[in-house]
């Protein structure tokens, strides 16, 4: 009977000490928690200021491509060589093309669907341009640059649908 008394008398004293220990346990193990997420938020924070300048220079640079690629300021910037329809054709895609690769690697800075909508945009200029010198009435590069400019005249041209959601995605980030 002595033993079981010696035993629980050494069990209310470890009880206490036991009840210490976890308590201490837990509230060490979430000052670490938030003491972490703290710094990951710290650090998050200062990726985002050093990142905002490039994202923003990303969405100019993809203002201009988009700029360029329309097909109401390509026809006045890009002039014929010749009076070969197929050589113009293929100048104005190329010059998209250029443009294009050119801006490449801004997608690593701008949403997936924005990115998508550029490709897209470019794909939809050079489909009008081929569209378009298809025409029977267009069979030199003067008749297809008045055929183009006349037909965006009452078109909104893909570059301008992209431009509005380039401006859009900018605002969402402010």
């Known amino acids: 009977m002595e033993d079981l008394s010696l035993v629980i008398s ?3 004293y470890l009880l206490p000490a036991i009840v210490v220990g976890f308590v201490a ?4 193990k979430g000052h670490t928690s938030n003491e972490e997420g703290r710094r990951r938020y710290l650090i998050q924070k200062e990726a985002q ?3 905002l300048p490039i ?4 969405y100019e640079r993809l203002t201009l491509l988009l700029e360029r690629i329309d097909p109401n300021k390509l026809l006045i910037r890009v002039q014929p060589h010749s009076d ?3 050589n113009y054709e293929t100048l104005l895609i190329q010059n998209i093309d250029n443009e294009y690769e050119h801006n490449l690697s801004q997608q690593l800075y701008v949403s997936p669907e924005c990115w998508n909508l550029i490709t897209a945009t470019k794909n939809a200029t050079i489909q009008v341009i081929r569209q378009s010198t298809i025409n029977k ?4 590069p003067d008749k297809l640059r008045a055929f183009m400019l006349n037909y965006f005249m009452d078109e909104v041209t893909p570059s301008h649908k992209a431009l509005m959601y380039v401006k859009k995605e900018v605002g969402e980030m402010f």
């Open 84 to 86: 070969d329809l197929q």
């Open 10 to 12: 050494y069990f209310a």
């Open 49 to 51: 200021k050093n990142l």
């Open 137 to 140: 009435n267009v069979n030199d």
């Open 55 to 58: 994202r923003l220079q990303a």
């Open 25 to 28: 346990y837990f509230f060490f």
